[in-house]
Structure formats: structure tokens, C-alpha cells
């Protein structure tokens, strides 16, 4: 078993920042892939970036150029920082690792 436990999220106005963090702990690997995802309300969850076992990251093209992914093996951490953040990206932000675990969820809002 892994569990997950993100924080860093928050409300921000838009065109701030966040840095959102996911902290991994059990039975954890430095190959499996870690990702975030979000969801909100109405709408389905989905895939905002992913960053693999040798640093090769993808991105939905909604945060192209915004957002960076990045992780830290010796803390079994995975970040994700927000910039130029759009009222759009309001979510309940989700990190999954080895496509099977999930995180809680932390809330990001970002007002107009």
C-alpha cells in the first residue's frame, strides 16, 4: 500500500501562484510514475501532468507553460507549481502514483 497526502492549495487571485506538494509514503518506488489530476464539480477527473521514473513529464495543453511538475526521490515528493493561474483552474487537485493510488484532494480557487 502507498498513501498520499497532498497540501499546498488554497485561494488565490488570478494571475498568482501555488505550490502544491504530495507527499508519498508505504510501500513507495522511485519507478513508478506520479502525476496530478483535478476535478471539478460537474465535470470528469483529469490528467494536468505527469512526471515519470527517469523525469519525463507531460502536460495537459490547458497548463502548458504555466505549470511545472516536478519530484524529489530521497523525499518521495512530487510538486506541482502553479503560475499565472486562471479562474479556470478551480479544482479539487488529486496526486496518484503508479496509476492506482490517489491522494485526498486539495481544493485550489482561484477568483477573478
Known amino acids: 500500500q502507498v498513501q498520499l497526502v497532498e497540501s499546498g492549495g488554497g485561494l488565490v487571485q488570478a494571475g498568482g501562484s501555488l505550490r502544491l506538494s504530495c507527499a508519498a509514503s508505504?510501500?513507495?518506488?522511485?519507478?513508478?510514475?506520479m502525476g496530478w489530476f483535478r476535478q471539478s464539480p460537474g465535470k470528469e477527473r483529469e490528467l494536468v501532468a505527469v512526471?515519470?521514473?527517469?523525469?519525463?513529464?507531460n502536460y495537459a495543453e490547458s497548463v502548458k507553460g504555466r505549470f511545472t511538475i516536478s519530484r524529489d526521490n530521497a523525499k518521495n515528493t512530487v510538486y506541482l507549481q502553479m503560475n499565472s493561474l486562471k479562474p479556470e483552474d478551480t479544482a479539487v487537485y488529486y496526486c496518484?502514483?503508479?496509476?492506482?493510488?490517489w491522494g485526498q484532494g486539495t481544493q485550489v480557487t482561484v477568483s477573478s
Open positions: 512526471i515519470r521514473s527517469g523525469g519525463s513529464t
Open positions: 496518484n502514483t503508479a496509476g492506482v493510488y
Open positions: 508505504g510501500r513507495t518506488s522511485s519507478t513508478y510514475s
